[in-house]
């Protein structure tokens, strides 16, 4: 590798001919490290134009320098540093820094705590990774999605990859989203009713800034999306907690002074439960007799490979008081982190004038890409693909959850890609997964997705979308195995 020769400065404070200086600069850097073993070092020209010095004052140097053996030539090649340069040399301690700075004083707000969903980062290397929401490079278009990003590195897209939208969004993927995706949900909408996000989370972050404030009333559902309830934990708004049942959140239980529901009607998370129509027109009806508006998290909608899902509760809204939200992080891969906000053109036009303040926007070529990926059919291949990977999997799974004696307290009516569990009550499914991870098996502990307070510890999710077929069945027995070495206390 060639070190760049915007590393190499000369310090004003050093002493001796320019010659010995540069040697010195030379020398330090493969002392410190910095120059390593084989890396070539700009040539002699470069330097000397890069530094303001004569050629020939470099070339000395290096020829001073491979004299000492700290630089070697080859031919016409160039300079690199020799294999038998001085190593620098090895600190059993690097040396003590003082921070004079007093964080505890010096930090306003704390972002950090809180109970929060945790996987190695090497999880793809456990037998067992019953992980939800990670991609499987089995299914996944590796070579189309290539293609499609090749084609927007192409000169005809130099513009939507480069340019600075603003507070604007790729025009090819918002259409997309407007003539394809949102129909599939029941939802029309127009071009200034959609704004491009870094995903759901980004989408609810920049909803919860811009809906409340000090003295506003947020209820989310209980159990919940974790990092939903760290967003809103962070407001100045009072946030209430509604226990969820089989058809998800209950309109009755709503408190009278709430501002903004927060709910995932079709696929309540974690739970997997799916809101019926005549639970979503309650709720409509609830939201309208307290004024007040609703976030719709319509997340894994399309991996409803079980039967036709319900249209979305922005669908059924007459009223303009639905705030939807969609992502292509769990139907791509998360890694993407594009998602979109579906809302009235008011709510969106602040909430783009936030973003724009923040971040400006998503990286165009993240979004044209996405928009080829899209539009030339390649998504709705993968979708289907991944539902019946997904569907076949879910059966495997389920039969082994019965075979082994564990117990399924939810699981969603379309389809999804993951199962709510219930272990026994003495089981804390903290130290399951613990004890888990020594058997390469991988699982959710359910505690993060409850309200502050003593939440029941005996909850757990497996997933299906990213463990092959035939490591289902053992797995889901190593589960059992662990639970019932659980000892009753």
């Known amino acids: 590798m060639a070190i760049p020769v915007e590393t190499f400065f000369l310090k004003p404070d050093t002493k001796g001919t320019l010659q010995a200086r540069i ?65 620098p040399p090895v600190f059993e301690s690097p040396p003590e820094k003082r921070d004079a700075v007093d964080w505890t004083r010096a930090l306003r707000r704390r ?31 590796h070579s189309n999605w290539r293609l499609c990003a090749l084609q927007a590195l192409g000169a005809r897209d130099f513009s939507a990859m480069t340019q600075d939208y603003y507070d604007q969004d790729d025009p090819q993927l918002v259409e997309f989203i407007l003539r394809h995706t949102l129909p599939r949900r029941g939802i029309s909408a127009n071009a200034d009713e959609v704004l491009i996000t870094l995903g759901a989370q980004n989408a609810l972050w920049m909803t919860k800034q811009t809906l409340l404030n000090k003295g506003c009333v947020a209820v989310i559902e209980d159990p919940c999306y974790p990092a939903l309830r760290e967003i809103l934990g962070r407001a100045q708004c009072e946030t209430l907690a509604v226990p969820v049942d089989k058809d998800g ?29 005549q639970r979503r027109q309650a709720l409509l009806a609830r939201a309208r007799e307290l004024d007040a508006l609703i976030v719709e998290d319509d997340y894994e909608f399309e991996m409803a490979y079980l039967k036709t899902p319900m249209p979305a509760l922005k669908s059924l809204d007459t009223d303009g008081r639905v705030i939807y939200v969609g992502s292509f992080s769990k139907s791509l891969f998360p890694g993407l982190r594009l998602g979109y906000l579906v809302g009235s053109a008011p709510f969106i036009r602040e909430v783009r004038a936030l973003r724009a303040s923040m971040l400006r926007h998503p990286p165009g070529h993240a979004q044209r890409t996405t928009a080829y990926f899209l539009s030339l059919g390649h998504y709705d291949s993968l979708i289907r693909r991944t539902g019946k990977a997904l569907a076949d999997r879910r059966a495997i799974m389920e039969h082994a959850i019965n075979k082994h004696g564990l117990t399924i307290a939810g699981k969603g009516t379309n389809g999804g890609s993951s199962f709510w569990m ?68």
């Open 23 to 87: 040697q010195q600069m030379v020398a330090e850097g493969i002392l410190s490290g910095r120059f390593r073993q084989g890396e070539k070092l700009p040539s002699s020209r470069k330097l000397a134009a890069h530094l303001g010095v004569s050629r020939i004052t470099v070339t000395l140097a290096y020829t001073e320098l491979l004299a000492n053996d700290y630089l070697t030539s080859k031919g016409r090649s160039g300079y690199f540093v020799s294999e038998d340069a001085p190593e």
């Open 111 to 141: 972002f950090t705590g809180g109970v929060k969903l945790e996987r190695p980062r090497d999880w793809q290397n456990y037998r067992y990774p019953f992980l939800y929401g990670q991609t499987d490079p089995q299914l996944f278009d």
């Open 249 to 277: 959140l209950p309109p009755d239980l709503i408190p009278d002074d709430t501002n903004v529901i927060f709910t995932t009607p079709s696929h309540q998370c974690p739970t997997s439960y799916t809101m019926p129509l």
């Open 422 to 489: 219930r272990a026994p009550d003495h089981v804390d499914s903290q130290d399951l997964a613990a004890r888990l991870r020594d058997a390469s098996v991988l699982i959710e502990p359910g505690t993060a997705f409850f309200a502050d307070g003593n939440p029941p510890a005996n909850f757990y999710r497996l997933a299906y979308s990213s463990i092959a077929q035939a490591r289902i069945d053992p797995g889901v027995a190593e589960i059992a195995k662990a639970i019932q070495a659980t000892p009753v206390t």
